[in-house]
């Protein structure tokens, strides 16, 4: 086996000093040391001696997330010793770079350069998020023709097969006989019957937490259609879904000692002669009637009975995390790569937002407004599924799902895109894991510890 090409991440004084034999070539070659630029310097007989990579301040998780693509697919090494942390860090980056999707193209993917894990990265975590990030994005990015209710229960008992998880499903008629009508309303227009995915992993006596994820497997807007812009990347609509199952992935592999619920309303919004209409009024399985302001605002619909269910257990759990592609107010409010964040209880939104900051998965919160509340009152319901305004709609939607929580048991809410829209070091265009890594960190030092 050859010897690995060694990289050194360098500024400019570190070119200076350490680097004096390359100055000429980086020179010549206009290498600046600046973030994210890369020199080959040249060896012998036409080899690479070693990498120059412009080293940013301070070096993160994708530092390195560019490199398995556009260095030649040779071995690689980190030439320098990095602390624990950081090595992690660099190693996952590295590993997110090498993503792909590549089912539906005839030829396979270039090789791609290799890199030796660096001393002292935590193998095992990388290994577990690397995995579950590649869940999120093959979920995420594979067609909606593809991804249905089925399909998704079929992923979802993959993940309980790898890792000796239980899987219930209510699906159907199920649904109104258990007591789920919301979820059944939206999703019962499509020839996929909607279900509620019901996963329980770990020690019945270890701590308690419980993740919702929206998995509306593609969203038409119902008879509130959506026009063909804005319905061109609904197949990323179960989002929420996918980075809850990812969550659950790196949750059950690195072993947290936690007793882990995950619980998925997979549905497809779509229309035929049973669709809701815009007026209805639906129960709920907290008992609180809903009209239907808008057929498009229908993710809330089935994460509300989902939540109800999520809180109502007993013994209660620690921890209630839901993740959403719910409203595109947080995407004009934060862009579509920082999503929101809500919590009722400040301290938790406060750790999170820590954890984000430390794994390089930041999140933005936004208030749980009372005043709002107002806003989505009904003349004929308990409560409108949309407010009366189109101001401060990431806003009113939590203000909608924290009606279908308890406020003694702390809850969290990220409104995310789940989306790439252009591609980055380490995160390529298409689905993407959002705020998975940071509420992980959140649960292994805040419950699991």
């Known amino acids: 086996m050859s010897t690995p090409i060694p990289i050194y991440l360098v500024n400019q004084t570190d070119l200076a000093k350490d680097h004096a034999d390359s ?43 560019n490199l398995p693509k556009t260095l030649p697919p040779q071995t690689y090494a980190l030439a320098d010793d990095w602390p624990a942390a950081l090595a992690t860090k660099l190693w996952l980056g590295w590993q997110l770079g090498r993503y ?28 577990a998020t690397t995995a579950a990030t590649t869940l999120v994005r093959n979920l995420i990015t594979t067609p909606a023709g593809d991804m249905g209710p089925e399909q998704l229960q079929a992923a979802a008992q993959g993940l309980c097969d790898r890792h000796s998880a239980n899987l219930t499903a209510l699906i159907g008629d199920e649904l109104i006989n258990q007591n789920y009508p919301l979820i059944h309303a939206v999703g019962r227009a499509y020839s996929q019957a909607p279900r509620l995915l019901d996963i329980t992993w770990g020690n019945p006596d270890a701590p308690k937490v419980t993740l919702v994820g929206k998995g509306v497997c593609f969203d038409t807007g119902g008879l509130d259609i959506k026009p063909a812009a804005s319905m061109k990347l609904m197949k990323k609509d179960m989002g929420g879904a996918a980075n809850a199952l990812g969550l659950a992935e790196m949750i059950m592999a690195l072993q947290l000692p936690v007793r882990l619920r995950v619980l998925i309303a997979a549905v497809e919004n779509s229309i035929a002669s049973n669709s809701l209409h815009p007026l209805d ?135 995310l895109m789940a989306w790439n829209i252009r591609t980055l070091p380490g995160r390529p265009e298409g689905g993407e894991a959002m705020g998975m890594r940071a509420v992980f960190e959140l649960i292994r030092q805040t419950i699991a510890a």
């Not at 193209?105 to 660096?118: F, N």
């Not at 009366?388 to 709609?393: D, E, I, K, M, R």
Request: net charge negative; with cysteine; proline share 9%.
């Open 100 to 127: 792909s999707f590549t089912p539906y193209k005839r030829q396979a993917a270039p090789p791609m350069a290799e890199l030796v894990p660096p001393a002292g990265a935590d193998a095992t975590y990388v290994t």
């Open 281 to 415: 009024v639906v129960p709920s399985r907290r008992g609180l009637t809903v009209e239907i302001g808008n057929t498009d605002a229908e993710g809330r619909l089935v994460l509300a009975d989902a939540l109800w269910e999520a809180v109502c257990e007993e013994p209660a759990p620690e921890l209630v995390v839901d993740f959403s592609t719910l409203t595109g107010a947080a995407r004009i409010a934060l862009g579509t790569e920082l999503p929101a964040c809500f919590s009722n209880q400040p301290e938790m939104a406060n750790a999170l937002l820590t954890c984000g900051l430390a794994v390089d998965d930041p999140l933005w919160q936004l208030p749980l407004h009372k005043p709002y509340r107002s806003m989505l009152d009904s003349s004929v319901a308990d409560l409108s599924n949309i407010s009366n305004n189109s101001y401060g709609g990431a806003i009113t939607a939590a203000l909608f799902l924290q009606e279908f929580t308890r406020p003694e048991i702390p809850w969290v809410h990220l409104d």
């Open 23 to 65: 100055q000429a070539w980086a020179q010549s070659t206009g290498f600046k040391a600046d973030p994210s630029t890369v020199c080959l310097v040249p060896g012998s007989e036409g080899s690479i001696a070693k990498v120059l990579v412009g080293k940013p301040d301070p070096v993160d998780t994708w530092t390195l997330g």
